[in-house]
């Protein structure tokens, strides 16, 4: 047996070497990927790599950075491995883990409870999470039939998951923490933390869901804190205005509850949090999925459902996702991430919104090989879509930037806060058209509506008036982001406001002819 | 029967019923102000993607399944709007449409134009879809919204008026005031609310609202906002499918089961019936439910008669309408309506029914969609960069794919295994032409040579779809040979960032791990062994 020197080692665009880490690629992802790969692509993929490369990266706004990975027989030089601990049962009372403020302890296995702190606002909590599943309902028999279906969640019991494993598995190294927990043959979790991030990531994969039983199964998990929420919970709608909930409960009619987990499921697609007095408990999502506050406290997120029957509203089938690489067959599994962070009351909003926009909008990849060391002296290693000296205010998204078939660029800019959400960010903002643009010149911009069909002014010019019960003659007033001087070209947005222009530039004619010929 | 005794009765009804003869209806009415006026708005709705793919609904494939078949309608539609000038149609999935149109001639296309700019046939909603209101992203809702109103815009010169959500499972805040006020409708229809809720609203006449759906932006962006009050189809007994059941309207003297003063008689009774729950003196209609209107001529062969009989009974009025009508006359009547902040989720049709498991229904396919809208918007902007090209490749197919995939059928979950694999393939296709745009971009970008263009820039950079399974091809290359890989790293937001990337390098070709035990908690350093 020999051990090898040879280390990986990044470099940025300026030659300076990155810290960067190896973080082992596990079984549970190794039979992802063998199956998964076989699956998508028909072939088998090649040999599996030990380790996921880690490091940290620094890119600018609407632009990118270049990095080179190679090897190195200098000992000492390259990445930094991971330590590897098999934390048994019974060996400690706990473990901690988190490099940089956020810290968590986590009980002895199987681990279920979290000890969370964070240093730098001193914000600490209790955090047990765990999983659960619900049996499908099959209303076959019953004189109103109902089954729980790809519409319908009716669930027939709930089911705790508990952890049967007598170990975790963690990995520390100085980027990023992870705690490995298999916790039972089909579900199987990482709990991740970076260094520089003060939030919890989970990754869960879970899945084929048995059937072999012959439930249907819809897999949920619950993480709780000690949060007086009091029967309230907040959800996001489209990823955009947070709506107050209240458990078993509706503003326009005195609620029936006939459903106490399903009537009160709610869609989640950006997030959802709770808050008491001191604290705020946010949970944000890579994608939609349900999420309710079923008790005071605790969020829950439904992450799969696996069903055997119809739920009789036309599909008639059932929802019960299968993949084939050739004859074997099994059921889907789902791999996902969700986010959780714990802040002081009126804390949460900024991690949530722009952390949403991170999700939103992962750093893109791309990769190319290179023989000897002239990349960056021979290509532009650096770049940014806007002037170098700016960068669109905290409260802002750029979400859309389009180049229409005519030449024109569609741009919408949208307010990420609403009124009161942000002690600080809830205020009318500014960008500056000119420093999108650099080298580009300005000839005119149009306000248009949200679908860019119409003109903003004809638009508001068209809208009818109407009136509402109690308001007769009141004029509430509406504070919205003034009309952009073609001089100044700035552009204001008020809370929670969207505006969509088009803009032409002064043609560039050799970029015209240019363009001509390569499009010819 | 034989043939002589058939001829027999029909001589002897001729006899008895000398007058009859070629009728012509008049459908010409309009609104009657001292009258219940009851707007039928003929309509069809055609779902992109559910039991069938899109591509099968359009050409009528597949009819095992279902029996619809989306170019009927729009073929039968013309010669029915052409036959009366007062029918009208109203059309909303542009997926659709823009389908059926690319197959015209020139002529037909010139014809449909003329109905249009004369109001017989109306777009409304417009998007390339009906999107789902609890799932999609508000980016996805723009995106896709924009890509059939701007098509709306250059081939008809048209803004779309009215939203028009009448089968999604619930409604969100987001489209009333965003996918509603700030596109500019002037009104909002939908079908599905809570079972009690709509009990209470039908009870206080309050299913008609001014829907005030932003905290923000109040009563800047607040809609009038109408839930219908059972569903989006006729009131029972009106359904005029070739093979429908509800009884055709027969008056026809000569013939049996002349039924003339029965069906005004229903239909008065519907009329009145939904009167006593709604606000004002009219009355919406929805004529026509799923795929409906392949054979279009019957519904409105029934709807003409319907509507000269009922004004010719004279107590209530009839109309050939459209949202957009219905809209206007109920703004004139210059009345309040009720408050409605916040949404209509969730959604529960009856007890024990809470359509709140879609929320969750094929989280795979959710995650694929979410993926590939942020991929979107960034090589959107990266097409920018370099210069959009409207040959291919370019962003468009992906921007397809991913309009179709809001459907209420589609990111929902609710649609049929092999029309999930459907708009999956849509997404892949796109996104392997968007691909190629990203990849040529940032070989245009970082070529430093070129000043001006792209011509000659030759990295062939390569992207990883499928990391999520910690598949990389592109990063899992073997650098033991003086190589070095270039990663490019490109952020799509309008800040500078600092984050972790991660992806699987291959480093070690010969090596493999043997040892990851760990004894008692204490640390091992984990060994590389070569083979
Ligand atoms: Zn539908």
């Known amino acids: 047996m020999l051990v090898v020197n040879e280390d990986i080692v990044v470099h940025d665009s300026e030659g300076r070497k990155i810290e960067s880490q190896l973080v082992p690629i596990v ?27 880690a490091f940290t990266v620094s890119v600018p706004a609407l632009g990118f950075s270049t990095y080179t990975v190679s090897t190195s027989k200098k000992p000492g030089a390259g990445s930094t491995r991971s330590s590897i601990y098999k934390f048994q049962m019974g060996e400690k009372p706990a473990i901690e883990v988190g490099e940089g403020d956020l810290k968590l302890t986590i009980s002895a296995p199987p ?8 240093k730098r606002n001193l914000v600490e909590e209790s955090v047990d999470q765990s999983f659960s599943f619900y049996t499908g309902y099959n209303g076959s028999n019953d004189k109103a039939p109902q089954n729980s279906g790809a519409y319908i969640f009716r669930p027939n019991g709930t089911y705790p998951i508990k952890s049967e494993q007598a170990s975790m598995t963690v990995i520390k190294g100085p980027l990023i923490h992870e705690v490995h927990q298999q916790i039972n043959t089909w579900i199987f979790q990482t709990t991740r933390l970076y260094k520089e991030k003060e939030h919890v990531e989970v990754e869960f994969i879970v899945g084929p869901v048995p059937i072999e039983d012959g439930f249907g199964k819809e897999v949920a998990t619950q993480i709780r804190t000690s949060l007086e929420s009091n029967k309230t919970f907040y959800t996001d709608s489209n990823g955009r205005d947070f709506i107050k909930r209240i458990r078993d409960f509706r503003t326009d009619w005195d609620l029936e509850v006939n459903q106490p987990v399903a009537g009160n499921y709610y869609p989640i697609t950006l997030g959802i949090y709770i808050q008491d007095k001191e604290k705020e408990f946010s949970v944000l999502v890579d994608r939609s999925l349900a999420g309710s506050s079923i008790v005071d406290g605790q969020i829950e997120l439904m992450l799969h459902r696996r069903l055997l029957l119809d739920d009789s509203r036309g599909v008639e089938e059932a929802l019960n996702e299968t993949v084939c690489v050739l004859d074997d067959c099994r059921g889907l599994a789902v791999q996902g991430k969700y986010y959780y962070r714990i802040d002081s009351l009126g804390e949460g909003a900024k991690w949530r919104r722009s952390f949403g926009q991170e999700i939103y909008s992962p750093l893109l990849l791309a990769f190319a090989e290179e023989d000897g060391d002239k990349w960056m002296s021979s290509h532009t290693p650096a770049f940014s879509g806007i002037d170098a000296s700016y960068s669109l205010p905290d409260n802002v998204a750029l979400i859309t930037l389009q180049e229409l078939e005519d030449g024109k660029v569609l741009l919408r800019l949208a307010h990420l806060y609403e009124i009161g959400e942000d002690s600080v960010l809830s205020v009318m903002t500014r960008v500056e058209l000119k420093k999108l643009f650099p080298g580009k010149k300005i000839a005119k911009v149009t306000e248009m509506s949200l679908s860019a069909n ?39 947005l008020a809370p929670m406001e969207i505006r969509t222009f088009l803009i032409q530039f002064e043609v560039d004619l050799m970029t015209a002819a240019f363009k001509s010929t390569v499009d010819a | 029967m034989g043939v002589v005794e058939l001829i027999g009765v029909v001589v002897l009804l001729g006899v008895l019923c000398a007058e009859s003869k070629y009728m012509v209806y008049n459908t010409s009415a309009g609104i009657d102000g001292g009258k219940i006026n009851v707007h039928l708005v003929p309509h069809t709705h055609d779902d992109v993607g559910w039991l069938k793919t899109v591509d099968q609904y ?7 399944i279902q029996g619809a078949c989306v170019q009927n309608v729009l073929d039968s539609l013309l010669p029915a709007l052409l036959a009366d000038k007062n029918r009208k149609f109203i059309y909303v999935e542009q997926a659709f449409f823009q389908r059926w149109w690319r197959d015209q001639s020139e002529l037909t296309q010139s014809i449909v134009k003329k109905v249009v700019s004369s109001g017989q046939l109306e777009f409304i909603n417009g998007g390339m879809c009906m999107h789902d209101e609890a799932v999609p992203h508000y980016i996805d809702m723009i995106d896709q919204t924009t890509l059939g109103h701007r098509f709306l815009k250059e081939e008809f010169g048209v803004t779309p008026r009215i939203g028009w959500q009448i089968d999604p499972f619930g409604h969100s805040a987001v489209q009333a005031y965003l996918l509603g ?18 009990i209470k609203r039908k009870k206080e006449r309050s299913l008609e609202v001014i829907w005030r759906g932003s905290k923000s932006l109040g009563s800047s962006a607040q809609i009038f906002a109408g839930a219908f009050p059972e569903n989006y189809e006729p009131p029972s007994g009106f359904y005029f499918e070739v093979n429908a059941d509800s009884p055709v309207v027969q008056d026809n003297v000569d013939l049996f089961d002349y039924n003339v003063q029965d069906r005004v008689n229903d239909f008065v009774a519907a009329a009145i019936a939904q009167a006593n729950i709604t606000r004002t003196n009219h009355i919406m209609w929805t004529m026509g439910t799923d795929f409906k209107y392949q054979y279009a001529h019957t519904w409105f062969r029934n709807m003409d008669k319907l509507i000269h009989y009922v004004n010719k009974d004279g107590r209530v009025n009839a109309l050939y309408s459209t949202p957009s009508i219905y809209t206007d006359a109920k703004y004139a009547t210059s009345k309040s309506w009720p408050l409605k902040v916040d949404d209509y989720f969730p959604y529960a049709d009856r007890a024990n029914a809470y359509w709140t498991g879609y929320y969750t229904s094929r989280p795979a396919l959710k995650f694929y969609v979410r993926i590939m809208s942020g991929y979107y918007l960034a090589a959107r902007q990266l097409e920018f960069f370099k210069g959009r090209r409207n040959s291919r490749p370019n962003t468009d197919a992906l921007a397809d794919a991913l309009a179709i995939a809001q459907h209420h059928d589609a990111v929902t979950g ?17 996104y392997t032409e968007a691909e190629k745009v990203v990849a040529s971009s940032l070989a245009c970008l970082t070529d430093s040579k070129s000043s001006i263009g792209c011509g000659d820039s030759t990295t062939n950079f390569q992207q990883c779809p499928l990391l999520n399974i910690t598949y990389c091809p592109a990063s899992e290359t073997d650098l033991s040979h003086g190589k070095n890989l270039i990663v490019v790293i490109y952020n799509s937001l309008g800040w500078k960032r600092e984050d972790v990337v991660r992806f699987p390098p291959f480093i070690f070709p010969q090596l493999l791990v043997l040892d990851i035990e760990v004894v008692m908690g204490v640390m091992v350093r984990k060994k590389l062994i070569k083979i």
């Open chain 1, 27 to 53: 079984d549970a992802y190794v039979d992802l990927r063998n199956y998964y790969a076989r699956a998508y692509l028909g072939s088998n993929p090649n040999a599996v790599p030990n380790f996921w490369l």
């Open chain 1, 111 to 118: 681990g279920k409870m979290i000890n969370y702190v964070n």
């Open chain 1, 454 to 492: 119409q003109e903003r002014e004809e638009m508001e010019k068209r809208r009818l008036v109407w009136e509402v019960e109690g308001e007769e003659n009141q004029n509430p007033k509406v504070v919205r982001g003034s009309q952009v001087d073609p001089k100044k070209l700035e552009v204001e």
């Open chain 2, 414 to 430: 609710t649609e049929k295994q092999h029309v999930a694999n459907d708009y999956a393939k849509r997404l892949s296709i796109g």
């Open chain 2, 181 to 198: 006020a700030e596109v500019g409708f002037d009104s909002f229809f939908f079908g599905r609310i809570d079972y009690q809720d709509r």
């Open chain 2, 58 to 64: 359009y050409v009528g494939s597949n009819n095992s």
